[in-house]
């Protein structure tokens, strides 16, 4: 039930994790306007996927610690996309 659920989110999460920091890597490789572009519109959903992720998980009595990005990016990024 429950335990499958949270484990369940705590691997998107894990996943749009290693999507936001293999997009802000790429973001650094590239001088293309239209790929820079293309780039940040998947990395705003990317972010705005890993809050949906740790919001169900606060609904579950559950956390999600990062292991990719640091924990202030992390942060930001809860705090940037809740508004």
Known sequence: GSENLVE???IGA???EYDI????RLLEETQNTDVIRV???LLGG???HMWAFT????QQSATYN????????????L???ED
């Open 66 to 77: 990062p292991t990719i990005i640091t924990n202030e990016e992390y942060q930001e990024i």
């Open 14 to 16: 894990f996943i749009e």
């Open 21 to 24: 920091a293999d997009l802000k």
């Open 46 to 48: 990317s972010e705005n």
């Open 79 to 81: 705090n940037t996309t």
């Open 39 to 41: 780039y940040g519109h």
């Open 55 to 58: 919001n169900a998980l606060k």
């Open 8 to 10: 369940a989110l705590k």
